[in-house]
């Protein structure tokens, strides 16, 4: 089985960085060939589909930058949609709240083997105590039920209030020996920074990741959403068409776990970080330590779209770390009501994908899945 380790990793990324000349040369004359066609079969698959519109993006380190954009913000009435449209990432946000945790640690601002209960003590006299570390709640390894209190963030309760009745939930299981995925757990990240470094998830997350990448478009939270009229709205299927619906505020409660807004734009961007191209935004051992697979997620491989080719799946933090097909893949979904997205990276290939719809829609997990066995026949030169 062949798993990028840390120290695979760093050598492999290192001699990407020694060898700027070499990938200054289009090594791969076919690929902008094989991405358009790509894009074509989207693009046609999307609209027998209705969909109102989408955003893909796809880079190798090898070659230009792609990226196409189609349909509309609004199935409706709608303006186009460009390289800049903002659309809700949903769960995806948590790649950002992964990579930001490790370049954080790696600096010496967070210590991911910490205590919850040293930043937040009302964690100290519950069940926890001090065994539930910081690790924990980013790999999704609480040892909570999956998904707890969500139902609360679709309600008018405060985040704080939910986090109070959070911690009195008895774990289904020690901290660190089962998977449960979590959205308001994750999210207490938030908390854990601004009390280890005086400084909010927001600032950071602007000021370490999103300016400095240059991330125009990206931004946390419901009012950057709507800023201007350049934002995707979310729409949903009624019984012959899709419907736009309104643009809830209720998952930005939880900024960590699905609260990031981007475009195609800044998506191309944030692939190439993730492929060791801004060293000096996320380091080699950032990128490391977040693709640790901390926690194994058995379940995953009986994905009905991927179980023929999914040997293991682990997360690490704010990360997926599979097995496919034996190639490592780094990857995350999203979903909230109105929007759907899809991240996937492909480290010992320099190649990274992403699309977001905003449409509640199965599609998206065919058209990843078409674009990952596509690659990897087009690296290997067979079908896999």
């Known amino acids: 089985m062949k798993y990028f380790t840390p120290l695979l990793y760093c050598l492999s990324a290192f001699c990407l960085l020694l060898s700027p000349v070499a990938f200054a040369k289009k090594l791969d004359p076919n690929w902008n060939d094989f991405v358009s066609k790509y894009g074509r079969y989207a ?8 969909i109102p519109g989408a955003a893909l993006s796809i880079v190798s380190i090898q070659n230009d930058d792609y990226i196409n954009t189609m349909g509309h913000t609004k199935a409706r009435n709608g303006q186009k949609i460009n390289a800049h449209t903002r659309f809700r990432l949903a769960s995806v946000s948590k790649t950002f709240a992964g990579s930001l945790s490790a370049k954080l640690a790696t600096d010496g601002l967070l210590r991911l083997d910490s205590p919850v209960s040293e930043y937040i003590p009302s964690f100290k006299n519950t069940v926890y105590k001090d065994n539930l570390k910081v690790f924990h709640i980013l790999s999704h390894s609480s040892g909570l039920v999956p998904n707890a209190y969500d139902n609360l963030i679709e309600s008018r309760m405060s985040y704080p209030d939910i986090v109070e009745k959070l911690v009195s939930v008895k774990p289904i299981c020690e901290p660190g020996q089962c998977y449960g995925y979590q959205n308001v757990m994750f999210s207490l990240i938030d908390d854990i920074i601004l009390k280890s470094t005086n400084k909010s998830y927001s600032q ?3 000021e370490a990741i999103f300016t400095p990448l240059k991330m125009t478009d990206a931004s946390l939270g419901y009012e950057a959403m709507v800023k201007n009229k350049n934002f995707a709205l979310p729409h949903v299927r009624g019984k012959k068409r899709w419907y736009s619906a309104e643009l809830k ?17 800044d998506m191309v961007i944030w692939l190439k970080a993730q492929l060791g191209q801004y060293p000096d935004v996320l380091s080699l051992n950032a990128l490391a330590t977040q693709t640790r697979p901390y926690t194994h997620t058995k379940k995953e491989r009986y994905r009905r779209v991927w179980k023929k080719h999914l040997n293991e799946a682990f997360y690490g933090l704010g990360w997926r770390v599979y097995n496919y097909a034996d190639e490592t893949l780094y990857y995350h979904s999203g979903w909230v009501q109105g929007y759907r997205s899809d991240l996937v990276v492909f480290p010992h290939l320099n190649v ?12 998206i997990n065919e058209l990843t899945t078409e674009f990952i066995n596509r690659v990897l026949e087009y690296k290997r030169g067979q079908k896999i």
């Open 249 to 265: 505020k209720n998952y930005y409660k939880v900024g960590a776990a699905a609260g990031v807004n981007a475009s195609a734009s």
């Open 352 to 363: 990274g994908f992403s699309l977001i719809v905003n449409a509640e829609t199965g599609v």
């Open 204 to 206: 950071w997350l602007n």
């Open 43 to 50: 693009e046609k698959t999307l609209k027998s589909k209705g």
